[in-house]
Protein backbone atom coordinates (compact mmCIF):
# COMPACT_ATOMS: atom_id res chain seq x y z
CA UNK A 1 0.00 0.00 0.00
CA UNK A 2 2.94 2.85 1.00
CA UNK A 3 4.47 1.61 -2.32
CA UNK A 4 1.60 2.09 -4.53
CA UNK A 5 1.60 5.67 -2.58
CA UNK A 6 4.39 6.71 -3.39
CA UNK A 7 4.22 5.68 -6.86
CA UNK A 8 0.94 7.70 -7.42
CA UNK A 9 2.94 10.62 -6.10
CA UNK A 10 5.95 10.48 -8.00
CA UNK A 11 4.23 10.19 -11.23
CA UNK A 12 2.04 13.15 -10.18
CA UNK A 13 4.77 14.94 -10.06
CA UNK A 14 5.78 13.74 -13.29
CA UNK A 15 2.84 14.49 -15.73
CA UNK A 16 4.77 15.26 -18.84
CA UNK A 17 7.84 13.53 -20.20
CA UNK A 18 10.98 14.56 -18.16
CA UNK A 19 12.91 16.30 -20.57
CA UNK A 20 16.45 17.08 -20.08
CA UNK A 21 17.56 21.19 -19.67
CA UNK A 22 19.01 20.96 -23.47
CA UNK A 23 17.70 18.45 -25.98
CA UNK A 24 18.02 18.40 -29.68
CA UNK A 25 15.81 15.79 -31.24
CA UNK A 26 15.34 14.56 -35.11
CA UNK A 27 11.51 13.99 -35.21
CA UNK A 28 10.88 12.84 -38.62
CA UNK A 29 12.39 12.77 -42.14
CA UNK A 30 10.42 13.60 -44.77
CA UNK A 31 12.00 12.30 -48.10
CA UNK A 32 9.42 12.73 -50.08
CA UNK A 33 11.42 15.25 -52.45
CA UNK A 34 14.62 13.18 -52.29
CA UNK A 35 13.48 11.20 -55.70
CA UNK A 36 12.58 14.32 -57.50
CA UNK A 37 14.31 17.42 -56.29
CA UNK A 38 17.66 15.50 -54.22
CA UNK A 39 15.84 17.37 -51.04
CA UNK A 40 15.28 16.41 -47.66
CA UNK A 41 13.10 17.97 -44.72
CA UNK A 42 13.95 17.29 -41.25
CA UNK A 43 11.94 18.12 -38.76
CA UNK A 44 13.62 19.25 -35.92
CA UNK A 45 12.59 19.71 -31.74
CA UNK A 46 15.13 22.16 -29.61
CA UNK A 47 15.06 22.49 -26.25
CA UNK A 48 17.83 24.96 -24.60
CA UNK A 49 18.98 25.38 -21.04
CA UNK A 50 16.72 27.64 -18.48
CA UNK A 51 17.15 31.39 -19.39
CA UNK A 52 18.46 31.10 -22.90
CA UNK A 53 15.92 31.72 -26.21
CA UNK A 54 16.21 30.81 -29.78
CA UNK A 55 16.88 33.11 -32.73
CA UNK A 56 15.11 32.08 -35.50
CA UNK A 57 17.03 34.65 -37.75
CA UNK A 58 20.81 33.07 -36.52
CA UNK A 59 19.28 29.20 -36.31
CA UNK A 60 20.04 28.36 -39.87
CA UNK A 61 24.15 29.77 -38.88
CA UNK A 62 23.96 27.74 -36.01
CA UNK A 63 22.49 24.77 -37.17
CA UNK A 64 25.18 22.21 -39.81
CA UNK A 65 23.69 19.28 -41.20
CA UNK A 66 25.99 16.38 -42.36
CA UNK A 67 25.51 12.43 -44.42
CA UNK A 68 27.32 9.39 -43.65
CA UNK A 69 26.40 5.80 -45.63
CA UNK A 70 28.67 4.04 -42.99
CA UNK A 71 28.20 5.74 -39.35
CA UNK A 72 31.91 6.76 -39.49
CA UNK A 73 32.61 8.95 -42.43
CA UNK A 74 30.50 12.34 -42.45
CA UNK A 75 30.23 14.62 -45.41
CA UNK A 76 28.69 18.11 -44.79
CA UNK A 77 25.65 18.83 -47.21
CA UNK A 78 26.17 21.47 -49.49
CA UNK A 79 23.32 23.53 -48.65
CA UNK A 80 20.80 23.76 -46.22
CA UNK A 81 17.63 25.32 -48.05
CA UNK A 82 15.69 26.59 -45.22
CA UNK A 83 14.71 26.80 -41.32
CA UNK A 84 11.38 27.57 -41.07
CA UNK A 85 9.27 27.29 -37.83
CA UNK A 86 6.09 24.52 -38.37
CA UNK A 87 3.79 26.98 -36.79
CA UNK A 88 4.46 29.15 -39.90
CA UNK A 89 3.91 26.90 -42.39
CA UNK A 90 0.45 25.84 -42.32
CA UNK A 91 0.89 22.25 -42.90
CA UNK A 92 -1.26 19.33 -41.53
CA UNK A 93 -0.02 17.76 -38.88
CA UNK A 94 -0.92 13.77 -38.88
CA UNK A 95 -1.78 12.21 -36.01
CA UNK A 96 -2.24 8.31 -35.49
CA UNK A 97 -3.83 7.27 -32.04
CA UNK A 98 -2.31 3.61 -31.19
CA UNK A 99 -4.28 2.91 -27.73
CA UNK A 100 -4.06 -0.17 -25.89
CA UNK A 101 -7.39 -2.23 -24.91
CA UNK A 102 -6.04 -5.27 -22.96
CA UNK A 103 -7.76 -6.31 -20.75
CA UNK A 104 -6.05 -4.03 -17.33
CA UNK A 105 -7.19 -1.23 -19.39
CA UNK A 106 -10.69 -2.58 -18.21
CA UNK A 107 -10.25 -4.03 -14.85
CA UNK A 108 -8.18 -1.07 -13.48
CA UNK A 109 -9.84 2.15 -12.39
CA UNK A 110 -8.64 5.55 -12.47
CA UNK A 111 -7.76 6.79 -8.92
CA UNK A 112 -10.36 8.66 -7.09
CA UNK A 113 -12.80 7.57 -9.55
CA UNK A 114 -14.18 3.85 -8.54
CA UNK A 115 -16.83 5.20 -11.84
CA UNK A 116 -14.41 5.23 -14.46
CA UNK A 117 -12.46 2.71 -15.90
CA UNK A 118 -8.66 3.85 -17.99
CA UNK A 119 -10.13 3.03 -21.28
CA UNK A 120 -13.12 5.18 -20.44
CA UNK A 121 -10.44 7.55 -19.51
CA UNK A 122 -8.81 6.98 -22.13
CA UNK A 123 -11.72 7.90 -24.84
CA UNK A 124 -12.86 10.84 -23.26
CA UNK A 125 -9.25 12.44 -23.55
CA UNK A 126 -8.65 11.27 -26.89
CA UNK A 127 -12.62 13.07 -27.89
CA UNK A 128 -11.13 15.80 -26.15
CA UNK A 129 -7.90 16.43 -28.05
CA UNK A 130 -9.75 15.61 -31.65
CA UNK A 131 -12.37 17.92 -30.64
CA UNK A 132 -9.75 20.63 -30.02
CA UNK A 133 -7.97 20.09 -33.24
CA UNK A 134 -8.96 23.59 -35.16
CA UNK A 135 -6.60 23.76 -38.35
CA UNK A 136 -9.48 21.93 -41.13
CA UNK A 137 -5.99 20.09 -42.46
CA UNK A 138 -5.17 18.24 -39.96
CA UNK A 139 -5.48 14.51 -39.78
CA UNK A 140 -6.27 11.93 -36.58
CA UNK A 141 -6.64 8.11 -37.49
CA UNK A 142 -7.11 5.67 -34.79
CA UNK A 143 -6.09 2.16 -33.90
CA UNK A 144 -6.46 -0.72 -31.13
CA UNK A 145 -3.76 -3.10 -30.10
CA UNK A 146 -4.07 -6.25 -27.41
CA UNK A 147 -3.25 -9.86 -28.95
CA UNK A 148 -4.09 -8.07 -32.26
CA UNK A 149 -3.91 -4.99 -33.97
CA UNK A 150 -6.46 -3.46 -34.93
CA UNK A 151 -7.07 -0.17 -37.47
CA UNK A 152 -10.35 1.18 -36.61
CA UNK A 153 -9.58 4.93 -38.70
CA UNK A 154 -6.83 5.90 -41.24
CA UNK A 155 -5.69 9.44 -40.50
CA UNK A 156 -8.28 11.38 -42.02
CA UNK A 157 -9.60 15.37 -41.62
CA UNK A 158 -12.98 14.22 -40.81
CA UNK A 159 -12.56 14.31 -36.66
CA UNK A 160 -16.28 14.25 -36.20
CA UNK A 161 -16.39 10.26 -37.39
CA UNK A 162 -13.91 9.25 -34.58
CA UNK A 163 -16.99 9.89 -31.80
CA UNK A 164 -18.85 6.53 -32.33
CA UNK A 165 -15.38 4.50 -33.45
CA UNK A 166 -14.46 5.12 -29.92
CA UNK A 167 -17.80 4.44 -28.06
CA UNK A 168 -17.82 1.50 -29.78
CA UNK A 169 -14.92 -0.13 -28.42
CA UNK A 170 -15.75 -3.55 -26.18
CA UNK A 171 -13.70 -5.31 -23.89
CA UNK A 172 -12.33 -8.23 -26.31
CA UNK A 173 -12.42 -11.71 -24.73
CA UNK A 174 -9.71 -12.89 -22.79
CA UNK A 175 -7.45 -14.78 -25.50
CA UNK A 176 -7.60 -11.38 -27.04
CA UNK A 177 -6.33 -9.12 -24.47
CA UNK A 178 -2.80 -9.67 -23.95
CA UNK A 179 -0.80 -6.80 -24.53
CA UNK A 180 1.47 -7.17 -28.05
CA UNK A 181 3.23 -3.93 -28.06
CA UNK A 182 5.95 -4.07 -30.03
CA UNK A 183 3.86 -5.80 -32.71
CA UNK A 184 1.24 -3.29 -32.72
CA UNK A 185 4.39 -0.37 -33.22
CA UNK A 186 5.51 -2.47 -36.00
CA UNK A 187 2.31 -2.91 -37.97
CA UNK A 188 1.47 1.18 -37.14
CA UNK A 189 4.41 2.78 -38.73
CA UNK A 190 2.86 1.96 -41.87
CA UNK A 191 -0.44 2.71 -41.54
CA UNK A 192 0.52 6.23 -39.94
CA UNK A 193 2.41 6.83 -43.15
CA UNK A 194 0.90 10.36 -44.51
CA UNK A 195 0.96 13.59 -45.64
CA UNK A 196 2.74 16.72 -43.49
CA UNK A 197 4.15 16.52 -40.04
CA UNK A 198 3.00 12.63 -39.06
CA UNK A 199 3.21 10.76 -35.61
CA UNK A 200 2.11 8.06 -33.63
CA UNK A 201 1.16 8.40 -30.28
CA UNK A 202 0.63 5.28 -28.10
CA UNK A 203 -1.21 4.96 -24.77
CA UNK A 204 -0.42 1.60 -22.28
CA UNK A 205 -1.00 1.05 -19.15
CA UNK A 206 1.58 -1.92 -19.16
CA UNK A 207 4.39 -3.52 -20.90
CA UNK A 208 5.16 -5.80 -23.95
CA UNK A 209 3.14 -9.14 -23.17
CA UNK A 210 3.24 -11.21 -25.80
CA UNK A 211 0.33 -14.11 -26.39
CA UNK A 212 2.61 -16.88 -27.00
CA UNK A 213 4.37 -16.79 -24.00
CA UNK A 214 1.78 -16.69 -21.80
CA UNK A 215 -0.78 -18.64 -23.78
CA UNK A 216 1.68 -21.83 -23.85
CA UNK A 217 0.72 -21.51 -27.85
CA UNK A 218 1.14 -19.64 -31.11
CA UNK A 219 0.02 -16.67 -32.03
CA UNK A 220 -3.18 -16.84 -33.61
CA UNK A 221 -1.31 -14.27 -36.93
CA UNK A 222 2.47 -14.32 -35.95
CA UNK A 223 2.49 -17.75 -35.04
CA UNK A 224 5.89 -18.42 -32.67
CA UNK A 225 7.34 -14.83 -34.10
CA UNK A 226 7.87 -12.54 -30.71
CA UNK A 227 8.64 -8.83 -32.12
CA UNK A 228 11.45 -6.85 -30.18
CA UNK A 229 11.47 -3.47 -29.48
CA UNK A 230 14.42 -2.83 -32.03
CA UNK A 231 11.87 -3.85 -35.04
CA UNK A 232 9.61 -1.24 -33.41
CA UNK A 233 12.40 1.41 -34.08
CA UNK A 234 14.06 0.13 -37.26
CA UNK A 235 9.77 0.48 -38.90
CA UNK A 236 9.56 3.50 -37.64
CA UNK A 237 12.93 4.94 -38.74
CA UNK A 238 11.91 3.59 -42.02
CA UNK A 239 9.28 5.47 -42.29
CA UNK A 240 10.65 8.87 -41.19
CA UNK A 241 8.40 8.85 -38.29
CA UNK A 242 8.23 9.77 -34.46
CA UNK A 243 6.62 8.29 -31.37
CA UNK A 244 5.17 9.67 -28.45
CA UNK A 245 4.66 7.24 -25.56
CA UNK A 246 1.54 7.77 -22.90
CA UNK A 247 2.09 5.63 -19.88
CA UNK A 248 -0.99 5.54 -18.84
CA UNK A 249 -1.32 4.05 -15.09
CA UNK A 250 0.58 3.26 -11.95
CA UNK A 251 1.53 0.11 -13.06
CA UNK A 252 5.06 -1.15 -14.10
CA UNK A 253 5.87 0.26 -17.91
CA UNK A 254 7.20 -1.16 -20.61
CA UNK A 255 11.09 -0.59 -19.86
CA UNK A 256 11.96 -0.26 -23.65
CA UNK A 257 9.06 2.00 -24.91
CA UNK A 258 10.98 5.52 -23.26
CA UNK A 259 14.04 4.25 -25.49
CA UNK A 260 11.59 3.56 -29.05
CA UNK A 261 10.45 7.27 -28.27
CA UNK A 262 14.00 8.84 -27.74
CA UNK A 263 15.45 6.76 -30.48
CA UNK A 264 12.41 7.98 -33.29
CA UNK A 265 12.64 11.98 -32.02
CA UNK A 266 9.57 11.44 -29.77
CA UNK A 267 9.09 11.82 -26.17
CA UNK A 268 7.66 9.32 -23.10
CA UNK A 269 4.70 10.80 -20.94
CA UNK A 270 3.61 9.65 -17.54
CA UNK A 271 -0.09 10.36 -16.42
CA UNK A 272 -2.79 9.04 -13.64
CA UNK A 273 -5.37 11.07 -13.86
CA UNK A 274 -7.95 11.98 -16.08
CA UNK A 275 -6.72 15.73 -16.20
CA UNK A 276 -2.94 14.37 -16.72
CA UNK A 277 -3.75 12.66 -19.54
CA UNK A 278 -5.51 15.60 -21.52
CA UNK A 279 -2.70 18.16 -20.64
CA UNK A 280 -0.46 14.97 -22.39
CA UNK A 281 -2.31 15.00 -25.56
CA UNK A 282 -2.70 18.91 -25.88
CA UNK A 283 1.27 19.18 -24.89
CA UNK A 284 1.97 16.39 -27.69
CA UNK A 285 1.04 19.22 -30.06
CA UNK A 286 2.11 21.83 -29.07
CA UNK A 287 6.01 20.37 -29.17
CA UNK A 288 5.03 19.58 -33.20
CA UNK A 289 4.31 22.92 -34.11
CA UNK A 290 7.45 24.37 -31.55
CA UNK A 291 9.58 22.17 -34.06
CA UNK A 292 11.72 23.33 -37.34
CA UNK A 293 11.53 22.04 -40.51
CA UNK A 294 15.12 22.18 -42.03
CA UNK A 295 15.32 21.55 -45.64
CA UNK A 296 18.70 20.86 -47.15
CA UNK A 297 20.30 19.01 -50.44
CA UNK A 298 20.91 15.56 -49.79
CA UNK A 299 24.78 13.87 -50.91
CA UNK A 300 24.57 11.88 -53.65
CA UNK A 301 26.30 8.77 -50.91
CA UNK A 302 25.58 5.33 -53.21
CA UNK A 303 23.92 3.98 -49.52
CA UNK A 304 20.61 2.64 -49.17
CA UNK A 305 20.78 3.68 -45.63
CA UNK A 306 22.08 7.17 -44.44
CA UNK A 307 22.51 8.57 -41.43
CA UNK A 308 21.80 12.02 -40.56
CA UNK A 309 23.85 14.16 -38.31
CA UNK A 310 22.91 17.75 -37.21
CA UNK A 311 24.60 20.07 -34.90
CA UNK A 312 23.95 23.29 -33.23
CA UNK A 313 26.43 25.17 -31.42
CA UNK A 314 26.06 28.94 -29.85
CA UNK A 315 28.23 29.98 -27.00
CA UNK A 316 28.55 27.06 -24.33
CA UNK A 317 25.79 24.88 -25.76
CA UNK A 318 26.84 22.00 -28.38
CA UNK A 319 24.39 19.54 -29.43
CA UNK A 320 24.53 17.26 -31.83
CA UNK A 321 21.82 14.32 -32.73
CA UNK A 322 21.94 11.32 -35.45
CA UNK A 323 18.97 9.55 -36.95
CA UNK A 324 19.44 7.12 -39.97
CA UNK A 325 17.40 7.48 -43.00
CA UNK A 326 16.33 5.05 -45.77
CA UNK A 327 17.43 6.41 -49.18
CA UNK A 328 16.34 2.47 -50.27
CA UNK A 329 13.24 2.61 -50.19
CA UNK A 330 12.08 4.98 -52.28
CA UNK A 331 13.73 2.71 -55.28
CA UNK A 332 13.02 -0.79 -56.26
CA UNK A 333 13.46 -3.31 -53.17
CA UNK A 334 17.20 -4.90 -54.11
CA UNK A 335 15.90 -8.12 -52.01
CA UNK A 336 12.23 -8.77 -54.24
CA UNK A 337 12.66 -6.88 -57.61
CA UNK A 338 13.63 -8.66 -60.73
CA UNK A 339 17.83 -8.51 -61.45
CA UNK A 340 17.50 -5.11 -64.47
CA UNK A 341 14.88 -3.03 -61.64
CA UNK A 342 18.19 -2.36 -58.75
CA UNK A 343 20.55 -1.46 -61.54
CA UNK A 344 18.51 0.97 -63.51
CA UNK A 345 16.42 2.75 -60.49
CA UNK A 346 19.44 3.07 -58.45
CA UNK A 347 20.96 4.98 -61.93
CA UNK A 348 17.88 6.76 -61.75
CA UNK A 349 18.13 7.72 -58.25
CA UNK A 350 21.69 8.72 -58.16
CA UNK A 351 23.14 9.32 -61.67
CA UNK A 352 20.22 9.80 -63.60
CA UNK A 353 18.55 12.70 -61.49
CA UNK A 354 18.34 15.59 -63.72
CA UNK A 355 16.60 13.68 -66.19
CA UNK A 356 14.24 12.31 -63.24
CA UNK A 357 14.12 16.02 -62.69
CA UNK A 358 12.92 17.52 -65.97
CA UNK A 359 10.44 14.49 -65.80
CA UNK A 360 9.00 15.59 -62.85
CA UNK A 361 9.35 19.42 -64.02
CA UNK A 362 7.07 18.06 -67.35
CA UNK A 363 4.53 15.56 -64.89
CA UNK A 364 4.13 18.41 -62.46
CA UNK A 365 2.69 20.96 -65.56
CA UNK A 366 0.86 18.07 -66.75
CA UNK A 367 -1.10 17.08 -63.33
CA UNK A 368 -0.81 14.60 -60.74
CA UNK A 369 1.31 11.26 -62.56
CA UNK A 370 3.21 8.07 -62.05
CA UNK A 371 6.69 8.55 -63.51
CA UNK A 372 7.75 5.74 -64.82
CA UNK A 373 11.59 4.56 -63.83
CA UNK A 374 11.56 0.88 -65.37
CA UNK A 375 10.27 -1.03 -67.64
CA UNK A 376 12.99 -3.00 -69.07
CA UNK A 377 15.16 -0.07 -70.51
CA UNK A 378 16.64 3.30 -70.47
CA UNK A 379 13.40 4.82 -72.27
CA UNK A 380 11.23 4.39 -69.25
CA UNK A 381 13.16 7.45 -67.75
CA UNK A 382 10.95 9.39 -70.15
CA UNK A 383 7.70 8.20 -69.57
CA UNK A 384 4.74 9.78 -67.13
CA UNK A 385 1.17 8.20 -67.11
CA UNK A 386 -1.39 11.65 -66.00
CA UNK A 387 -3.80 10.85 -63.26
CA UNK A 388 -7.68 11.78 -63.56
CA UNK A 389 -10.02 13.04 -61.22
CA UNK A 390 -11.31 8.63 -61.60
CA UNK A 391 -9.86 5.68 -62.04
CA UNK A 392 -6.33 4.56 -63.16
CA UNK A 393 -6.28 0.75 -64.12
CA UNK A 394 -3.16 -1.06 -64.21
CA UNK A 395 -3.23 -4.72 -65.46
CA UNK A 396 -4.72 -7.12 -68.42
CA UNK A 397 -8.61 -6.43 -68.22
CA UNK A 398 -10.51 -4.84 -71.60
CA UNK A 399 -10.82 -1.47 -68.88
CA UNK A 400 -7.03 -1.57 -67.92
CA UNK A 401 -5.58 2.33 -68.98
CA UNK A 402 -1.67 0.96 -68.14
CA UNK A 403 -1.12 -2.93 -69.18
CA UNK A 404 2.26 -3.92 -67.71
CA UNK A 405 4.37 -6.68 -68.08
CA UNK A 406 4.07 -9.57 -65.43
CA UNK A 407 0.37 -8.66 -65.34
CA UNK A 408 -2.05 -10.70 -63.83
CA UNK A 409 -4.25 -13.16 -66.63
CA UNK A 410 -6.09 -10.63 -69.45
CA UNK A 411 -9.21 -9.70 -67.59
CA UNK A 412 -7.88 -8.91 -64.56
CA UNK A 413 -6.97 -5.65 -62.85
CA UNK A 414 -3.74 -5.95 -60.51
CA UNK A 415 -4.02 -2.46 -59.40
CA UNK A 416 -6.59 0.58 -58.85
CA UNK A 417 -5.50 4.24 -58.21
CA UNK A 418 -8.48 6.34 -57.51
CA UNK A 419 -9.38 9.75 -56.52
CA UNK A 420 -10.88 10.61 -53.73
CA UNK A 421 -11.85 14.42 -53.88
CA UNK A 422 -13.21 14.50 -50.64
CA UNK A 423 -9.42 14.40 -49.37
CA UNK A 424 -7.99 15.68 -52.49
CA UNK A 425 -5.53 11.81 -52.26
CA UNK A 426 -4.97 9.19 -54.59
CA UNK A 427 -5.23 5.40 -53.21
CA UNK A 428 -3.89 2.44 -54.71
CA UNK A 429 -6.35 -0.19 -54.24
CA UNK A 430 -4.93 -3.95 -55.46
CA UNK A 431 -6.66 -7.39 -54.59
CA UNK A 432 -3.06 -8.93 -54.43
CA UNK A 433 -0.07 -6.91 -52.25
CA UNK A 434 1.89 -4.84 -54.19
CA UNK A 435 4.77 -2.75 -53.36
CA UNK A 436 5.04 0.66 -51.82
CA UNK A 437 8.24 2.39 -51.15
CA UNK A 438 9.12 -1.40 -50.16
CA UNK A 439 6.62 -2.67 -48.42
CA UNK A 440 3.79 -4.91 -49.30
CA UNK A 441 0.38 -3.26 -49.70
CA UNK A 442 -3.16 -3.68 -50.65
CA UNK A 443 -4.53 -0.44 -49.84
CA UNK A 444 -2.22 3.15 -49.34
CA UNK A 445 -2.47 6.78 -49.81
CA UNK A 446 0.25 7.73 -51.78
CA UNK A 447 2.02 11.24 -51.40
CA UNK A 448 4.61 12.00 -53.32
CA UNK A 449 7.95 10.32 -54.28
CA UNK A 450 5.80 7.05 -53.19
CA UNK A 451 7.79 4.63 -55.48
CA UNK A 452 5.12 1.37 -56.60
CA UNK A 453 6.37 -1.93 -57.60
CA UNK A 454 3.87 -3.93 -59.89
CA UNK A 455 5.67 -7.33 -61.04
CA UNK A 456 8.77 -5.51 -61.46
CA UNK A 457 7.64 -2.25 -63.17
CA UNK A 458 8.71 0.81 -60.90
CA UNK A 459 6.69 3.78 -61.07
CA UNK A 460 7.20 7.27 -58.63
CA UNK A 461 3.92 9.38 -57.50
CA UNK A 462 4.28 13.23 -58.75
CA UNK A 463 2.25 15.93 -57.90
CA UNK A 464 2.71 19.28 -58.76
CA UNK A 465 3.58 21.58 -56.19
CA UNK A 466 0.11 23.56 -56.19
CA UNK A 467 -1.52 20.56 -54.91
CA UNK A 468 0.05 20.66 -51.86
Same mark, same amino acid.
Given at each position: ???????????????? !????????????????????????????????????????????????????????????????????????????? =????????????????????????????????????????????????????????????????????????????????? %?????????????????? %?????????????????????????????????????????????????????????????????????????????? !?????????????????????????????????????????????????????????????????????? !??????????????????????????????????????? %????????????????? =????????????????????????????????????????????????????????????????????????
Amino acid at each position: MIRRAMMLIVLCAAVA !ASVPAQRLAVGQIDTGRLLFGQRVDLYLSLDLPAGRTIDPERLGELLRVYESGDGRLYHEVDAVLDVVPVRSLDAPL =SFYMLVDYSGSMYDEHVPGRPDLRRIDAARQAIRHFVNNITHERDRVGLALFGTRYHQLAPPGRDKARLGPILDDIERPPR %AEGYTELYAALVESASDA %ADIGRRTVIVLSDGENYPYSIYEGEPHPEHGERLFTYTEAVDAFQREGLSLFAIHYGDDEEDPHLGRIAEQTGGRVYR !AVTTDELARVYQDIRSVLLEEYRVSYTATMIPSQRRIVRVTYRDADVDLRVERPYFAGTLFAGPEEAPAP !APIIVFLAGILGLAALLAVAIRAGRAGTSLVLLDSGGAA %ALSKTVVLGDGETVIGA =SPDADLTIAGSPAVGERHAVVTYEPKRGEYTIVSDTPVRVNNKPVTRRILKRGDVINIEGTVFAFDEPDEKE
